[in-house]
């Protein structure tokens, strides 16, 4: 089974709450920050490395996985669909934890 960051058993997210030294043997268990990137699906991960490496080149995607130009783009497409509802979804979250000025007033 490939690495996935997907929980097996009800397939949200799973988040990093683990960090192990190798030398000293020193371990960390909290719930670690994790960047966007890392919160997309595994297989938008790889595709966003192969762009990378790619150069930014759909067209190179495309000739390397032997699919069409418009498959690849549409890939993309998917990719960024995916991190807009991330970044948007993070947005509307900050902005419910800020307090609105009405109980800002009422707490001085």
């Given at each position: 089974m490939p690495?996935?960051?997907?929980?097996?058993y009800c397939q949200?997210?799973?988040h990093v709450c683990g960090m192990h030294?190798?030398?000293c043997d020193v371990e960390?268990?909290?719930?670690?920050p994790a960047s966007r990137l890392s919160?997309?699906?595994?297989?938008?991960?790889?595709?966003i490395e192969l762009f990378v490496l790619?150069?930014?080149?759909?067209?190179?995607?495309a000739e390397q996985a032997g699919v069409s130009y418009p498959t690849v783009r549409s890939r993309?497409?998917?990719?960024?669909?995916?991190?807009?509802?991330?970044v948007e979804a993070s947005q509307r979250q900050a902005q419910a934890e800020l307090p609105d000025a009405a109980q800002v007033l009422k707490a001085i």
């Open positions: 690495p996935t960051n997907s929980c097996p949200q997210t799973m030294c190798p030398a960390v268990r909290a719930e670690f919160e997309l699906p595994t297989e938008h991960q790889r595709f790619s150069g930014g080149s759909l067209k190179q995607i993309l497409d998917k990719v960024i669909r995916t991190l807009r509802e991330s």
